[in-house]
């Protein structure tokens, strides 16, 4: 077993949303790498003992690399938010990793760097870990109630993509692959639309790239059956090769209606060897669904194709 401390805010949330994820063993919430020997809880809420409230989680790595558990942490956290999180704010609320092994550096190192915008959680060795009183193991087990500054839909995806990792591996096809993502990702979000379109080559003289978006698997009523590049949403994020979150459709230059219903749109593309060869793209019928958690998340999903 190894052993990994994240600090993304209130530790309920984290400690509750880390027993999910398959190949933890066993979760610790308590305080870290502060200058108070075995705090208490009223005396890290003054913000005076450097503590920050931390979550011990053990794992094997048999069945869980380190990279994936820290994509996970970014996952449910705002990396560029300074002593807060949710609705948490003080210096133990920071966000942070701390490690135990100078050799998992290098791997944690990896998925920070490719963490966008100006990020301020910290990647420190751990120099002290003290666990937190009782009550506050498996609290949200213990009081289902409970506050938890995570959204409900990290918990769902977090089963989402577990469960589609178990699915999908070993299957090699990748069409196959996009209509079972397609359809999970239906099935359980309850999306307006969902699917993807794959980069083609085209032999219309009005297309005039020689490539296009052609509608691949989906789920959701008719669509668009082939999207330029650099046009709508869709052909957009495939010029510019990052997820788009889109919360009012009809404000985004040059949008493409596919359908009057859709209201707000995340599209997340699909690279590999630097290329964009396809873009997930998930319509809602309400104005800003989604967000960086909704993307953070879609963007691990399409990783598995």
Not at 103 to 115: L, N, T
Not at 197 to 221: K, M
Not at 260 to 274: D, H, L, Q, T, Y
């Amino acid at each position: 077993m190894k052993e990994i401390y994240f600090a993304g805010g209130c530790f309920w949330g984290v400690e509750h949303f880390f027993k999910g994820v398959d190949g933890v063993v066993n979760t610790t919430p308590g305080y870290a790498n502060g200058s108070t020997e075995s705090p208490s809880y009223e005396q890290v809420y003054t913000d005076k003992t450097g503590h920050a409230e931390t979550v011990k989680v053990e794992y094997d790595p048999a069945k869980v690399s380190l990279q994936q558990l820290t994509k996970l942490f970014f996952a449910i956290i705002d990396p560029e938010s300074l002593n807060r999180q949710g609705h948490d704010e003080g210096t133990r609320y920071r966000s942070g990793i701390f490690y135990v092994d100078e050799a998992d550096k290098p791997a944690i190192k990896e998925v920070f760097d490719r963490i966008p915008g100006n990020v301020v959680t910290e990647l420190e060795p751990l120099r002290c870990f003290f666990p937190a009183e009782e009550y506050h193991a498996d609290y949200l087990d213990k009081n289902p109630q409970g506050y938890c500054h995570l959204s409900l839909k990290t918990f769902r995806y977090l089963r989402l993509y577990q469960d589609l990792k178990l699915v999908l591996e070993g299957e090699t096809d990748v069409i196959t692959k996009m209509a079972q993502i397609s359809a999970y990702i239906q099935e359980r979000m309850g999306f307006f639309w969902t699917g993807f379109y794959r980069v083609a080559l085209s032999s219309r003289p009005s297309e005039a790239r020689g490539e296009i978006l052609l509608l691949g698997p989906f789920q959701g009523p008719p669509a668009c059956m082939r999207i330029r590049y650099g046009k709508g949403v869709c052909g957009t994020a495939w010029k510019e090769k990052r997820t788009l979150v889109v919360p009012d459709v009809e404000e985004f230059p040059g949008h493409i209606a596919c359908s009057a219903e859709s209201r707000s749109e995340i599209v997340v593309p699909v690279i590999r060897n630097g290329e964009v060869t396809a873009v997930l793209d998930i319509d809602s019928k309400e104005i800003a669904t989604f967000d960086r958690f909704d993307a953070a998340f879609l963007e691990m999903i399409v990783e598995e194709l």
